[in-house]
């Protein structure tokens, strides 16, 4: 089938691939001219487990085109995919610009039916407000043309995109047309053959499930994160009290995990959002809120760490940073809680050395070149001349460091960890003192 995706960022670009390696014919229409010269010349603008192969083979065999040319895409098919960011707006609420310039171009251009699919994370409604815009830019032109407007929100995980839009848990759709189903069915059969994934509703449910999915999981987060506050001061190990509650098949061992907060540029953006959805019906979503605010002060621990190791006194002192992205297997710096460690360490005269395996080059385009900020090549590096280690990304690569280097590296021997990656008996049998999260001590 020919499809045409707008928007070629982490979802785009991924769902735009995984679609053109089963054989179907896509066109990618980015307003970023940068980026698609760039994919043209075979280099990818993300890092993601297995997209650069499938990119490039698929490019190579003409079933994957980029273009700046948004005519040229709308002409190319009746599916027309929405997969541009809806960063929040200054109230947290969703800001939809993107989305709705893209429904303007394609009203202006549209010359044929189109059945226009919204894959960017949308408040409920917003299918009304595409849809509006595009019948008064049709009315404006005089056209009398025949279109859909379908939810099909995107459940891929960052560092697992590829293989996330390959074998989806499920696919949802939004849309009471019978026509939209029949074509949405044909385009994703490659990947509904094992059994039915499909899961048709309305499209205002559609709209919903997408931010109770990213606010559910947040909600697990922020929940362990609490339970590992009072696992601190009670003197419990947050991580068997983990494993005691993941072993009941009602909770289960997913996403269970305590840390440092969780970030992203999904979870906090969609939490924020349906808080302010909530707010514009009159509704006060309690348990969102705190879902959000437990997040911020999670986000800070790490540092109070560091703070109150130093007794207040940081100037002068010099971080070692192992991972920067928000989660392994990403360079994505969007919402990383080491963000928010680095930048109240700046704010405090102490300095930074940092590696992460993928994000530094995005760190750099984040922060700039910065006396207090040194981007190192490998984790023994990040740990010369430092005084203390803290861990913001559970990288499998840190997993099994060699602790008595550590010991020997840095000036202090102090660990502080961040995703509890380490059993704390033999971090200290090496002889450093380490502090993880909710493990029953802190500083
Ligand atoms: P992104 O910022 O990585 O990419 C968006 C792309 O859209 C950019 O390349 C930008 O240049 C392009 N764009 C902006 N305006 C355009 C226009 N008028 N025409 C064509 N292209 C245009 O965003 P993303 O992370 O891929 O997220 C896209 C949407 O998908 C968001 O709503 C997000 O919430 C949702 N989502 C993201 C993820 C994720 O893990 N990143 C997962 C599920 C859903």
Request: with cysteine; glycine share 8%.
């Amino acid at each position: 089938m020919k499809v045409t995706v707008f928007g070629i960022g982490y979802v785009g670009l991924v769902q735009a691939a995984v679609l053109a390696d089963v054989g179907h014919d896509v066109v990618c229409v980015d307003v970023d001219q940068n980026k698609v010269d760039n994919l043209k010349k075979g280099l990818i603008p993300i890092y993601e487990p297995g997209l650069t192969p499938i990119v490039e083979s698929n490019f190579a065999e003409g079933r994957l085109r980029f273009t700046t040319d948004a005519a040229e895409g709308i002409a190319h098919a009746e599916i027309q995919f929405i997969a541009v960011g809806t960063p929040p707006d200054e109230d947290g609420s969703a800001d939809l610009k993107y989305v709705l310039a893209v429904a303007e171009t394609i009203a202006t251009h549209m010359n044929s039916p189109k059945i226009i699919v919204d894959k960017s994370t949308v408040p409920v409604g917003t299918a009304d407000k595409v849809s509006a815009k595009v019948g008064s830019v049709l009315s404006t032109r005089n056209e009398r043309i025949d279109y859909h407007i379908v939810s099909n929100p995107e459940f891929l995980k960052e560092g697992a995109a590829v293989s996330d839009c390959m074998r989806p848990d499920r696919i949802v759709i939004g849309t009471d047309s019978q026509h939209v189903e029949e074509q949405m069915r044909e385009l994703y059969a490659p990947f509904n053959r094992n059994h039915d994934r499909m899961i048709f509703m309305d499209v205002r449910s559609a709209e919903l499930t997408k931010y109770a999915a990213n606010c559910m999981l947040a909600t697990k987060i922020s929940f362990m994160n609490e339970m590992s506050q009072l696992a601190e001061r009670l003197g419990a190990d947050i991580e068997n009290v983990r494993r005691g509650i993941g072993s009941d098949e009602r909770i289960g061992y997913h996403f269970i995990y305590p840390g440092c907060g969780y970030g992203g540029s999904c979870f906090p953006k969609d939490v924020q959002a349906l808080v302010r959805t909530a707010d514009e019906i009159e509704y006060d979503a309690q348990l969102l809120k705190s879902v959000e605010s437990v997040n911020y002060k999670q986000k800070e621990v790490l540092f109070d760490r560091v703070f109150n190791y130093f007794n207040g006194d940081l100037a002068g002192k010099t971080i070692a940073l192992w991972g920067l992205s928000f989660k392994p297997n990403t360079d994505d710096m969007r919402e990383a809680s080491s963000r928010v460690l680095m930048e109240k360490l700046w704010e405090q005269g102490a300095k930074v050395r940092a590696y992460d395996p993928e994000a530094m080059e995005e760190t750099q385009r984040v922060y700039g070149v910065r006396n207090d900020l040194d981007l190192v090549g490998t984790k023994e590096s990040a740990m010369q001349g430092a005084d203390i280690l803290v861990i913001c990304t559970e990288w499998k690569v840190f997993r099994a460091p060699d602790f008595d280097q550590i010991k020997r590296s840095l000036t202090y021997p102090v660990v502080i960890d961040g995703r509890n990656m380490y059993e704390p008996e033999i971090v200290e049998r090496h002889g450093l003192e380490y502090f993880g999260i909710g493990r029953g001590r802190s500083i």
